[in-house]
């Protein structure tokens, strides 16, 4: 288990333990009551035939196989909806299901089924003994076989110890695909979310947002600059010329005033070209070419505003193994039977059938960002995997997040999905 979930494997001597205080009861009660039944058994000869009188055996072994099957009831209900038995809390362990929740009683039952084998074979022989009433050889009988049951109910608790995996499971947990946790030791995943626990899987370190000048601010700045710079060089209005004092002839050697050129305002010089003004025609420039028309200026070229058409974001779609397609526009959530954690309340959930079990409840968490997929495997059973658009397949490590892009089929358990633009 990743060491940031705070889970620790319960060790089989807690796991044996935990067994012992479970059943010594039931059983010390059930052995006690057979055995006034057997003493009770009264031998009679009718006839040459002996005649055994069975009647205290019935009653106290009915007894004692009544309350053992109640005990047996009750303490698989509790373990199935909590995980805790009064053994397993003594020890301070829980069972649960390979997502970390409460095992449930089809688990349970399962889990007790394969521990308690040997035991049943030696009930089924009790009740053979005593339908054929072989009383002289139930000791021999029923000796061996409640020894050897004995035996084979500890190997299975204690068959953790030879687990590869991180001593997980024993052969029972194998074949019920339960796991056993010390809760003493480590966090309690029942109570706190399961085996992925309270932690959120959105992604942490996404790149940092680059901030970027608006295209329409721009051209709003530069149509002011140029509105600026147009009016503070435009030439300034000509003086009203001063009355004649009198009408008197030109001087010698003056032509008429009709005759005299027009007169040539200094302007001022024209500014170094900038971003704005570079663009900006300049005011009064037709001041130095009187003789020119507004309409011969065919050649001018005319300076629009800088417009961009809206940008289409891409939406990003994943089509699944059997044929389905969903747009991905909030958190997602895929797994057999998905659930999000407290606060995770817009996610879409997206069940998956699996009749094989090779994914869990809740086994990816997807989240649309930077042009892909963040995919995160929650702590599964079997994992997930991805294969890049250039057949590069990668496992997925547990709990941390993972981009992937368009293109890309992502791998869980035995169910895979394909992501791609809408």
């Given at each position: 288990?990743p060491?940031?979930?705070?889970?620790?494997?319960?060790?089989?001597?807690?796991?044996?333990?935990?067994?012992?205080?479970d059943?010594?009861?039931?059983?010390?009660?059930?052995?006690?009551?057979?055995?006034?039944?057997?003493?009770?058994?009264?031998?009679?000869?009718?006839?040459?035939?002996?005649?055994?009188?069975?009647?205290?055996?019935?009653?106290?072994?009915?007894?004692?196989?009544?309350?053992?099957?109640?005990?047996?009831?009750?303490?698989?209900?509790?373990e199935?909806?909590?995980?805790?038995?009064?053994?397993?809390?003594?020890?301070?362990?829980r069972?649960?299901?390979?997502?970390?929740?409460?095992?449930?009683?089809?688990?349970?039952?399962?889990?007790?089924?394969?521990?308690g084998?040997g035991?049943?074979?030696a009930?089924?022989?009790?009740?053979?003994?005593?339908?054929?009433?072989?009383?002289?050889?139930?000791?021999?009988?029923?000796?061996?076989l409640?020894?050897?049951?004995?035996?084979?109910?500890?190997?299975?608790?204690?068959?953790?110890?030879w687990?590869?995996?991180?001593?997980l499971?024993?052969?029972?947990?194998?074949?019920?695909?339960?796991?056993?946790?010390?809760?003493?030791?480590?966090?309690?995943?029942?109570s706190?979310?399961?085996?992925?626990?309270?932690?959120?899987?959105?992604?942490?370190?996404l790149?940092?947002?680059?901030?970027?000048?608006?295209p329409?601010?721009?051209?709003?700045?530069a149509?002011?600059?140029?509105?600026a710079?147009?009016?503070?060089?435009a030439?300034?209005?000509p003086?009203?010329?001063?009355?004649?004092?009198?009408?008197?002839?030109?001087?010698a050697?003056?032509?008429?005033a009709?005759?005299?050129?027009?007169?040539?305002?200094?302007q001022?010089?024209?500014?170094a070209?900038?971003?704005?003004?570079?663009?900006?025609?300049?005011?009064?420039?037709?001041?130095?070419?009187?003789?020119?028309?507004?309409?011969?200026?065919?050649?001018?070229?005319?300076?629009?505003?800088?417009?961009?058409?809206?940008?289409?974001?891409?939406?990003?779609?994943?089509?699944?193994?059997?044929?389905?397609?969903?747009?991905?526009?909030?958190?997602?959530?895929?797994?057999?039977?998905?659930?999000?954690?407290?606060?995770?309340?817009?996610?879409?959930?997206?069940?998956?059938?699996?009749?094989?079990?090779s994914?869990s409840?809740?086994?990816?968490?997807?989240?649309?960002?930077?042009?892909?997929?963040?995919?995160?495997?929650?702590?599964?059973?079997?994992?997930?995997?991805?294969?890049?658009?250039?057949?590069?397949?990668?496992?997925?490590?547990?709990?941390?997040?993972?981009?992937?892009?368009?293109?890309?089929?992502v791998?869980?358990?035995?169910?895979?999905?394909y992501?791609?633009?809408?």
């Amino acid at each position: 288990m990743p060491g940031k979930l705070e889970l620790v494997p319960a060790a089989a001597g807690k796991r044996l333990g935990a067994a012992v205080l479970d059943w010594l009861p039931p059983v010390t009660i059930l052995t006690v009551l057979l055995a006034v039944g057997f003493f009770g058994i009264t031998r009679t000869q009718s006839g040459g035939f002996i005649v055994y009188g069975t009647s205290s055996l019935v009653l106290f072994g009915g007894i004692g196989a009544g309350l053992t099957l109640i005990y047996t009831v009750v303490l698989a209900m509790l373990e199935g909806r909590s995980g805790a038995t009064p053994g397993n809390r003594l020890m301070g362990i829980r069972s649960t299901d390979a997502d970390g929740y409460a095992p449930g009683g089809g688990a349970v039952f399962l889990r007790g089924l394969i521990t308690g084998a040997g035991m049943l074979l030696a009930v089924i022989a009790a009740a053979a003994v005593m339908a054929f009433q072989w009383f002289g050889v139930a000791v021999l009988v029923l000796g061996p076989l409640l020894f050897l049951g004995a035996a084979w109910a500890v190997l299975v608790v204690l068959s953790s110890t030879w687990d590869r995996n991180g001593r997980l499971r024993g052969w029972h947990d194998t074949a019920a695909k339960t796991l056993v946790f010390d809760v003493k030791a480590g966090r309690n995943p029942i109570s706190t979310g399961g085996i992925q626990g309270p932690y959120s899987f959105a992604p942490m370190d996404l790149p940092p947002v680059q901030q970027v000048a608006s295209p329409l601010a721009g051209a709003a700045a530069a149509a002011s600059a140029t509105a600026a710079t147009a009016a503070a060089y435009a030439p300034a209005a000509p003086a009203a010329p001063a009355a004649p004092a009198a009408a008197s002839a030109p001087a010698a050697g003056e032509r008429p005033a009709a005759q005299r050129p027009p007169a040539v305002t200094a302007q001022p010089a024209p500014p170094a070209p900038g971003p704005a003004a570079s663009f900006a025609p300049q005011a009064g420039t037709e001041s130095f070419h009187p003789d020119t028309h507004p309409d011969d200026d065919h050649d001018r070229t005319q300076v629009r505003g800088n417009t961009q058409a809206p940008v289409t974001v891409a939406m990003l779609r994943i089509r699944l193994d059997d044929g389905r397609e969903i747009e991905l526009d909030r958190t997602v959530l895929i797994g057999r039977n998905p659930a999000g954690h407290p606060g995770e309340d817009s996610v879409q959930l997206i069940p998956m059938a699996d009749p094989g079990r090779s994914i869990s409840k809740t086994h990816l968490h997807l989240l649309a960002g930077n042009g892909g997929v963040w995919v995160t495997d929650r702590n599964s059973t079997n994992g997930s995997a991805v294969t890049t658009p250039d057949g590069i397949r990668t496992a997925l490590a547990a709990g941390e997040p993972t981009h992937v892009r368009p293109g890309t089929t992502v791998h869980f358990g035995d169910r895979s999905f394909y992501l791609g633009q809408a």
